[in-house]
């Protein structure tokens, strides 16, 4: 059974813009009324939904990560926001200088 991280296909270091990133992506990939013609894009998208549901949840993350033996001080949180100081301080300047993330899709 894949974890929560691998159907996103992400690390379990990301940050939340990623993870939200990863899920947009993957949802309009592998939307049931994109394909059609296969039987188990139903599945695929209720997976996709259920792992997005947790991780997009800090506490409910938090959770999961103890219970599959992930560490905190292995993981990447900068809390709810998720915004690094160097991004706040770009982002009170008036044009960002740096991107949130950098996601590129498995394909």
């Not at 990939?29 to 792992?51: F, L, T, V």
């Amino acid at each position: 059974m894949k974890s929560l991280y691998e159907t996103l296909e992400v690390s379990p270091r990301a940050s939340n813009f990623v993870i939200r990133a990863a899920y947009r992506c993957l949802a309009q990939h592998d939307h049931p009324d994109k394909n059609p013609e296969s039987e188990d894009a139903g599945q695929w998208m209720s997976n996709i939904n259920r792992a997005y549901a947790v991780l997009s949840n800090l506490e409910k993350r938090q959770e999961y990560d103890v219970s599959q033996g992930i560490t905190q001080d292995f993981c990447e949180r900068r809390g709810v926001g998720s915004i690094s100081p160097a991004q706040r301080k770009s982002h009170d300047k008036g044009s960002p200088t740096v991107r949130p993330f950098a996601f590129r899709p498995f394909s």
